[in-house]
Each structure stands twice: as structure tokens, then as C-alpha cells.
Nanobody, 127 residues
Framework: VELVESGGGLVQAGGSLRLSCAAV?????????MAWFRQAPGKEREFVAAISWSSVTKHYADAVKDRCTISRDSQKGTSYLQIDNLKLEDTAVYYC????????????????????WGQGTQVTVSS
């Protein structure tokens, strides 16, 4: 599955961004979980959010749960990640992923769970 992220950029602390992840083939993600991970310099890739194929179930990492909203448009094969009140520590490359499981909770997600990844989009938060 080919995924293409967009929407990253440079933003001041307290600002907002909306990241997009579009599947080149809409049908390829229709029945799959779509997730977002991020990787800051010198750190491991970490889970941010995931959404079920039906959009009924959403999971968020504790670090972002009060500031993030994940959504998807199944007609477009696209997932969105809205991040509000951005903090310096949100600076990272954000990756979307699919072809992975829907876990019971946010602490169960690991990068190795997902087999398809986008190229990443850089988010830089400045003070």
C-alpha cells in the first residue's frame, strides 16, 4: 500500500496543523486501520494515534490525547491528524501507516505492527 503524507511545516508553539495521509489506491485502505507515528531526532518512532476502518474506534497516545483528533475519509482513502496547541516536543517527522492491527488500547501499538508506511512529513514547532 502506497501512502503519501502532507501538511507538515514550521509552526509556532500553540498553533495547529492538520496532517493528511492519502492512499494512492483508495480500495487498499478501506478495510484497514490507519495510524500515525512520529520520530523525533535521536529518538525511537512512537505511536500517536490510530483509527479503525469504520472510524468507530480511535486511540491516542497520552502525550497528545487532549490535543489531537484523528479522522478518515473512506471515500478518499485519506486519514487526517489534527494537532492543536502544538508544543516544542511535538517536533518530529510524522508517519502514517496501515496494514496493522486495531489494538485494545493506545499502549499496545508498535511500529513493527504495521507493514505499509508513508515517507513522512516534518513538523517543526518553534518557540
Amino acid at each position: 500500500v502506497e501512502l503519501v503524507e502532507s501538511g507538515g511545516g514550521l509552526v509556532q508553539a500553540g498553533g495547529s496543523l492538520r496532517l493528511s495521509c492519502a492512499a494512492v489506491s483508495v480500495a487498499s485502505v478501506r478495510n484497514h486501520v490507519m495510524a500515525w507515528f512520529r520520530q523525533a531526532p535521536g529518538k525511537e518512532r512512537e505511536f500517536v494515534a490510530a483509527i479503525s476502518w469504520s472510524s468507530v474506534t480511535k486511540h491516542y497516545a497520552d502525550a497528545v490525547k487532549d490535543r489531537c483528533t484523528i479522522s478518515r475519509d473512506s471515500q478518499k482513502g485519506t486519514s487526517y491528524l489534527q494537532i492543536d496547541n502544538l508544543k516544542l516536543e511535538d517536533t518530529a517527522v510524522y508517519y502514517c501507516a496501515t496494514e496493522g492491527p486495531l489494538h485494545h488500547g493506545p499502549n499496545d501499538y508498535y511500529p513493527g505492527d504495521f507493514s505499509s508506511w508513508g515517507q513522512g512529513t516534518q513538523v517543526t514547532v518553534s518557540s
